[in-house]
């Protein structure tokens, strides 16, 4: 659950922390399991189905399926959202990508990845990756057979400093998964954030080898398109580049090309998503070009990029909304925010470190990234998610039902540009 779906700030499970002291155990189980049910469910696969997309992608924290004070324990209850999500997609005619998102230990250094800091403890301790091999065991146990099931997605977005770690760790998850379940297609990511690939030597069988293609210009903090963004000309030409470096490895060795995400932020301004669309339409017409797979990220948030967003009169909108400009306009989104925030606070502070440390670049993005992610992601979003969880407080059954039934497809919106260009492409 990345934040900027829900509207929520920091990462998951310190939002849920959180949510959970303010109203207590009760309402908490009952307002996320409506909340899990209402986002994906009959009408959102019949919706699917009907508009002729095939597949999904679905993104799972490891949290609902094994507990850190438990290791090695799973919870077989936590299977029943996404077993339910491959029924109902299946019977739609709709394949289910199952995608570990959400790594114990951390596999990347952001809140995405639900990591409450910005330290990658993963790839050090064995502990961490011996218990992802073990999910990954009774996941491909679970699905053997599952003609609905496409394959599994080993992790979303590893990113390792070294390079070293990732490659091995795969081939001890293919190996891993192919002795339960040898049918299904595994699907890995590459390194720093699926965008390099020079951890793979000679390609597997039944791998697919998925990389992440977004554009700087589509980001909450982008520029004009065609124009500079981060201080860099993008156009076109550079969009195809991008996409041909990103895809060496995979056209090289004649294995399948899979876009697992890719797609702009949209401002519902018109001035600025008709160059969002042109994003769109140049990526969609370069994958046409190259016999690429795809999948758009994503399928349902409140109105900022999915397919299908929650509408402005539902509960949950109203009480929500004003949270929401809260913090994008801290800039503790990540995703959507331009990223500066408060300039009179953001701003001295990243002079301070490019002045006192010029050298200083750390991996994955550099400097700004870095001090971005400390200043806003972690210290101005803690705060804001206790704040969020506040506005839940005191609230009785019925209207956390509301709110959480708001995420139901008859109360979104249909985002037809979106839809159709996708359809086309």
Not at 127 to 149: C, M, S, T
Not at 251 to 274: A, H, K, L, Q
Request: some cysteine.
């Amino acid at each position: 659950m990345e934040n900027f779906i829900t509207g929520y700030a920091a990462n998951e499970s310190f939002m849920r922390q959180q949510v959970r002291k303010a109203i207590g155990d009760d309402k908490y189980e009952r307002f996320f399991e409506r909340l899990l049910t209402a986002f994906f469910n009959e009408k959102d696969a019949e919706f699917l189905g009907s508009r002729g997309f095939n597949s999904i992608r679905v993104n799972v924290n490891y949290r609902h399926l094994e507990s850190d004070a438990r290791p090695f324990e799973i919870i077989d209850g936590g299977f029943r959202h996404l077993d339910r999500a491959v029924e109902q997609a299946g019977r739609h005619g709709v394949y289910t990508m199952i995608d570990l998102h959400a790594l114990p230990g951390y596999h990347n250094q952001d809140w995405h990845a639900d990591n409450p800091t910005h330290v990658d403890t993963f790839w050090d301790h064995p502990h961490f990756q011996d218990r992802v091999i073990h999910l990954w065991e009774v996941i491909a146990d679970r699905y053997k057979g599952n003609p609905w099931v496409s394959g599994y997605n080993i992790m979303n977005e590893p990113a390792d400093s070294t390079s070293k770690r990732v490659g091995p760790f795969y081939d001890r998850a293919v190996a891993a998964v192919k002795a339960v379940d040898p049918d299904h297609l595994i699907f890995l990511d590459g390194n720093t954030y699926s965008t390099e690939w020079g951890i793979f030597g000679e390609p597997q069988d039944g791998v697919v080898y998925a990389l992440h293609d977004y554009v700087p210009s589509g980001f909450g903090r982008g520029g004009p398109y065609p124009g500079i963004t981060d201080g860099k000309y993008i156009d076109r030409d550079v969009v195809e580049e991008t996409f041909l470096k990103r895809t060496e490895y995979v056209r090289r060795t004649g294995t399948p090309i899979m876009v697992s995400e890719f797609s702009p932020i949209y401002f519902n301004d018109e001035s600025v998503d008709v160059q969002r669309r042109q994003i769109l339409a140049d990526q969609l017409e370069i994958y046409k070009r190259h016999n690429v797979s795809w999948a758009s990220w994503m399928y349902k948030d409140l109105g900022r990029q999915g397919m299908v967003g929650v509408r402005p009169d539902t509960p949950y909108r109203q009480r929500f909304d004003p949270f929401v400009a809260k913090k994008n306009r801290l800039a503790a989104d990540a995703w959507g925010s331009d990223e500066v925030g408060p300039a009179d606070v953001t701003v001295p502070v990243q002079e301070l470190i490019e002045r006192e440390f010029p050298d200083f670049e750390p991996y994955p993005f550099g400097r700004y990234h870095f001090v971005r992610r400390l200043l806003l992601n972690v210290i101005v979003a803690e705060p804001l998610a206790e704040e969020y969880a506040n506005l839940l407080r005191g609230l009785d059954d019925s209207e956390l039902d509301a709110l959480a039934d708001s995420f139901a497809f008859e109360n979104c919106d249909v985002r037809e540009s979106l839809v159709t260009q996708l359809e086309q492409g």
